[in-house]
């Protein structure tokens, strides 16, 4: 199984403008949370890391839920700024695989 944690996810409808003008895709995995490691620290290397600011802890979870919430609904992954509605859309859609 592909996971945010092994696997890049990108915004479909941005990919192929962004990829066409030469920019970095609009993603939804943890990339963005490497690269801030990676700016502190070694973090293949080193015995601890440091913390990560709420806010990145945050964004991380909202882009793993927008992936959940694309794979559960068969839709084209999109960015929402709604954290709120996404999380009601998961829960919905997570439901009746647990019933």
Do not use: Q
Request: glycine fraction near 2%.
């Amino acid at each position: 199984m592909h996971t945010p944690d092994s696997s890049r996810y990108w915004v479909a409808a941005t990919y192929e403008d962004r990829f066409r003008a030469g920019l970095e895709p609009d993603s939804i995995d943890k990339e963005f949370l490497r690269r801030w490691y990676v700016a502190r620290c070694d973090p293949y290397s080193a015995d601890a890391l440091p913390e990560a600011p709420s806010e990145l802890v945050n964004e991380l979870a909202r882009r793993y839920d927008m992936i959940v919430y694309s794979v559960c609904t068969r839709s084209y992954m999109i960015y929402c700024v709604y954290d709120m509605i996404v999380h009601v859309h998961i829960i919905c859609s997570m439901h009746s695989f647990i019933r």
